[in-house]
């Protein structure tokens, strides 16, 4: 029997046993859809999704094909056995998808497709490659030597399962401040790896409690018991047949986390574990023959910093990661809109929640954010390669400094866009929305991972500001700015008090170069207000960490949200022209999702553009603006996320399956299970209380 | 051996057989607690819980002294074993109370007591005897007559466990819509109960799964093949011996829920069900003994309005809950925040996460919001009861629905508040924040609920806002408004328009009476622009509910937060006063916390202040005095987070707990488990994949 009529077979049995009424079919969804025509659904994906839309589709008919993927089979499953059934899955795909160490070195577009179907259908699962492909595999890739590539080389073909080995106990963000300690021991040419306290132990690591045998070690490195700063060690932590931890390591699983529990972080205590020279990953430092400690870059923090800038491509994919888990939201909070009926007309007949302005108000604006997360992620992709090779020639150019500036805006930006996104598709599906088998609350708790891992959002925000203002400070030293994205710098505060925005009607409103100016006015706007903070708080300040610390609220963080709405913005519209130069129409719907994106924006900081650039009356046209687009795009949006949604086995959701039959799917899932309808074995102490007075 | 030797010697024996370095003590808690003397800690125990504080204490001591209660064994807890616990707990602390059914009739707070000290422990126990005295016992109290007494009293005494069907599948916030049927047989003077369709099917019926044998259900009464409306009939589901389902009825569980699984939710089946005649609630209508339908209230949606209004108690216990959820993710956050030490300055030692302005301007003004929830919360319940002996005499009184509209607001704001405080509570505590033993997860799953049940809170912000509306336009007939927290209404938009805020430096702003001025002017601003989009949407749509609908977003909904807004500060100022009466230290500190929280809502809404009312200096003078109030009650929020705080024991946080030893309670958690050091046994799977290639 194929699989299909297996399906149709327990459908029909479940209907058979079914206790409850009969299901009518839902057309619900079937009518939303057709409100909307001429969307060339090809040319959508193929442009939304870019480079990787192929690869995409190939490794999504892999999964879809194997039983293995059904998400929800693992609603029940325990802590260990979801860990076990992502090993299966990985064993199950990862040599399907083509990838090689040689391949990802070309381009890290294979990588992206076996990272973005997997994403799709659960973080976890990605989580688990990344750490050994892509953290482990990277840092040996940009800081080990010929020697270690083979490291890289057996990782990729999961010869090894690695791990990086950077947080402990009580060093998260403040990576230079890890207590391990790496001691160089001239005599045997090992170092001996230590954790002196119990803040130093290695925490948190991904992949190390239950199946690593291989980490990238961030240690302080101690020669001729003087402190060398912190170095990466490439070192083997479980023996490869026994699985035993290696001599000197303790290693231990941390436990159940709020989500992602298919990934098993573990911690690492070293107690005089000795490893050979050659685990130093040596490009940038080498200790020689004769034990002296050498370095290519002089500064410890510039070393470290680019150690860090080395395993970049894991916060990219936090940025991509997001962008997946808004799009499952939507596809499962915008079908179930159009589905779910309550209320309505006189006549009696009920109205789709997305219908109502309240309703469609808290999900389409996410949409727009989605589309600008992913016109984000193409650029960070597409610079991606050429800053790599600038960097791997200078560590200190300013390309890359540049692209860790975009870089980390994005990675918060946009993970907070997830965060709120997630909890309004939750909202938005009510009950119903609270069930596990919703999937919706699973999602959001995955989503929640992504402010803190690869850069605490605060971190980076700072981070970002401080290059900008740095680029700034070389303007008024009379240099031109190099930045591409920077160009509309203006740091004369006249200038931008007498500018007023040149629109008085949705009409003259809604066009790109306006709108992207408002977009420079709010970068130049907190620009010119961070040094008036700075300045004032260097009088209320002596300490300068501190007139930093005291001007990120309002102020600088400000610089780094403003700097990415414009670099989504300007980006976005690059993906709409390229839509409309192909089929009209369908540019058209994605122009409307850049209106909504860049309006939206501009009505959440409308104080700032009342206050010199903008009067009451065009205030109120923002706001009616956004209004009317969202109106414009609810019909079009269960269409436009029926071409991009992940497919509905990936989704795991009963109420947001492309089909529509939510009620009746929720139906013949809750009867599944086996306690449905029977008697708790806890009974007599019930029975026990009730007839207790 | 005592409990507490017990934990002693359990604590020593971990010392013993731990692996992890010896983890030194961590005073940096203790110390941060040193930098604020002069907070009175009954003092302000007593205010902010007002006239629950005693019972409060005693329910705790009651609770704590009870080795059921142990957060940290629950994480591990099956879906059934979680079920049965809750039952346990109930036993063990429900008859201590003290709360009787002739008890709570005198007045709410003993049940408060009982509701707010098991929500301190767990949302879950609190709901799961809400749902039996609150939501059917107040159903029975409100709407049945004489003869159903017995039915609450017993529902008090824990001889039935009761539960209230009001939501079905393909119904939840439209209650007029249920489609459930009781048909009148006046041949054998019965009601037979069907479930028409498979949307009818009564669902998430909380305790329904599993426990209760007695149901409020809503249900369309027909008489004389007329549809009569909704009605409210309590029925038997279970047989009190065997509990097995009562004929005609079918009774299953919902399974797996986001949080909140300690509640069995469950769904109801009807297939001609008889129940007699007296399951009918029948103080508004009743059928004669001629099998005649007769109502004292007319209208069915009026009838049905009524009925819904009685059981508000629980929208109450809601907006309470969501306070004690921000107090404990706040405990747990800014505890951690005061201990958590990163980065810091050039001498090397480190600083604590709460002392960087980032870190502080996320959580402190949760503080703010916590407390003004609180102060709105008691005047709830100060008006409670004599709206509801109003209530009582005439259903439809002003009283009732100023109360109606009041409530409904604080509960959508103040859950809108909650969710956003506990998504910072867990970011700010990074990932130690999203390990389960963090509590932070689940205490925001937990709260994920609020903004759902009890009505949706889009629904209630527009309820909230019709009220108010019809009150203005009471006011245009030449009325004068009767609202006591509507006496500013001024429709004279010119009259706004002119308004111009008078203060110019920090010291004239921090003026109660003005910062409530400018709150009233954000009421009166919403008022006048609703008012101007309802005319403007007048002329685009013809239907009037097309008209309402298309005002929501920017304009009715704004009003009732703006509402909302008021009613909490003018609220929170009268807490200030009462402190400020018997201790100026303290009382100054919760001004300060009334004037971030007042400043900090002119700060989200400054666009519509500066279009007319504020200058751009007065501008950033709110922004730069949100930050000087954020930084001035860091230090002290740690002690009164500490005062405020529920007992650890509740927390079930190993990094939030009162004695700051975060750390090495974390490892000694971590250590406990059994499969902390083991192989997984599906080790030959991973050494299969690794021995592939």
Redesign the interface.
């Known amino acids: 029997m194929s699989m299909k009529e297996n399906r149709r077979l327990s459908l029909l049995n479940s209907h058979l046993l079914s206790?409850?009424?009969?299901?009518?079919y839902d057309d619900s969804l079937a009518n939303f859809r057709k409100r909307t025509e001429n969307l060339n659904s090809d040319l959508l994906f193929s442009i939304y999704f870019g480079k990787v839309a192929d690869g995409l589709k190939r490794m999504r008919s892999i999964m879809t094909s194997n039983p293995l993927f059904d998400k929800f089979k693992e609603?029940?499953l325990s802590?260990?056995q979801r860990?076990?059934r992502i090993?299966?899955q990985?064993?199950a795909i990862y040599?399907q998808s083509g990838l090689t160490y040689q391949e990802d070195f070309k381009s890290p577009y294979k990588l992206l497709e076996l990272f973005w179907s997997t994403a799709e259908y659960e973080l976890a699962l990605t989580t688990k490659m990344s750490v050994t492909l892509l953290l482990y595999g990277d840092t040996i890739r940009s800081f080990g030597t010929e020697k270690h590539i083979q490291l890289a080389e057996r990782a990729y073909?999961?010869?090894?399962?690695g791990s990086i080995s950077m947080?402990e106990?009580?060093?998260?963000?403040?990576v230079p401040?890890v207590e391990t300690i790496a001691t160089y021991d001239h005599s045997t040419r090992e170092f001996i790896i230590n954790?002196?306290?119990?803040?130093?132990?290695k925490?948190?690591v991904g992949g190390v409690g239950?199946?690593s045998?291989m980490t990238a070690l961030f240690a302080r490195l101690i020669v001729d018991n003087i402190d060398r700063g912190v170095h990466v060690f490439a070192i083997k932590i479980r023996d490869?047949v026994t699985?035993?931890p290696m001599p000197g390591i303790?290693?231990?699983?941390?436990?159940?986390?709020?989500?992602l529990n298919g990934i098993d972080n573990g911690?690492l205590?070293f107690k005089n574990c000795r490893v050979p020279y050659d685990s130093l990953l040596d490009k940038l430092s080498s200790i020689t023959p004769e034990g002296k400690f050498k370095s290519s870059v002089k500064s410890k923090e510039k070393r470290l910093g680019i150690i860090i800038s080395g395993i970049i491509r894991g916060r990219i994919t936090v940025v991509g990661g997001t962008e997946v888990h808004i799009r499952k939201g939507l596809t499962i909070a915008l079908r179930y809109g159009a589905l779910r009926k309550?209320?309505g007309?006189?006549d009696g007949t009920?109205s789709s929640l997305l219908d109502?302005?309240?309703?469609y108000?808290?999900l389409i604006p996410h949409l727009a954010k989605m589309f600008a997360i992913q016109a984000g992620v193409e650029y960070l992709w597409a610079l991606y390669s050429s800053v790599k090779a600038k960097a791997s020639v200078d560590p200190e150019c300013n390309e890359l400094n540049e692209y860790h500036a975009m870089l980390s805006c994005m990675k918060s930006i946009s993970t907070m866009y997830g965060?709120a996104a997630l909890?309004d598709c939750?909202?938005a599906c009510?009950?119903h929305?609270?069930?596990?088998?919703s999937a919706?609350?699973?999602i959001r708790?995955e989503q929640?991972?992504h402010?803190?891992?690869e850069g605490?959002?605060?971190i980076l925000?700072?981070q970002c500001g401080k290059v900008i203002l740095k680029q700034v400070q070389h303007v008024f030293k009379g240099n031109k700015i190099t930045n591409p994205d920077l160009q509309y710098l203006d740091v004369d505060f006249e200038h931008l008090k007498a500018y007023k925005a040149a629109f008085h009607d949705r009409e003259t409103l809604l066009n790109p170069r306006l709108l992207i100016e408002l977009l420079e006015y709010k970068v130049n706007y907190y620009i010119n207000?961070t040094f008036i903070a700075l300045r004032e708080n260097s009088t209320a300040y002596t300490?300068a960490?501190d007139v930093w610390?005291?001007s990120?609220?309002?102020y600088i963080?400000e610089i780094a949200k403003a700097y990415c709405e414009y670099i989504f913005a300007s980006q976005l519209i690059k993906m709409v022209d390229k839509l409309y130069e192909k089929c009209q129409s369908t540019g058209n719907a994605v122009k409307n999702i850049f209106y909504l994106y860049v309006v939206e924006r501009i009505e959440k900081s409308?104080?700032i553009?009342?206050?010199?650039a903008l009067n009451?009356g065009q205030?109120?046209l923002i706001?009616?603006t956004?209004?009317y687009l969202c109106?414009a795009l609810k019909d079009i949006s269960v269409r436009i996320i029926d071409i991009l949604g992940p497919p509905d086995a990936f989704l795991g959701s009963v109420i947001g399956e492309s089909d529509g039959q939510a009620?009746?799917k929720?139906?013949s899932?809750?009867?599944k299970?086996e306690?449905?309808?029977s008697?708790?074995?806890?009974?007599p102490?019930?029975?026990?209380?009730?007839?207790?007075?």
Chains 1, 2 share one sequence.
């Open positions: 206790q409850f009424p009969q299901v009518a609603l029940d802590l260990d860990r076990e090993v299966q990985i064993s040599f073909a999961l010869k090894d399962i947080t106990i009580g060093h998260g963000s403040n401040g954790s002196p306290t119990a803040t130093s132990v925490w948190l239950k199946t045998n490869s699985h035993d303790i290693i231990g699983d941390v436990g159940l986390k709020t989500a911690f205590i309550q209320f007309k006189k009920e109502y302005q309240s309703h108000f808290r965060t909890q939750r909202e009510g009950g929305g609270f069930l596990a088998c919706l609350g699973n708790n929640d991972c402010p803190t891992w605490d959002n605060m925000l700072q207000q300490d960490t610390n005291n990120q609220v309002h963080q409308l104080s553009y009342v206050e010199y009451p205030a109120k706001r009616d956004e209004l109106q009620y009746s929720l139906i899932h809750v009867e299970s306690d449905v309808y008697k708790p074995a806890w009974l102490l019930l029975q026990q209380i009730k007839q207790r007075a």
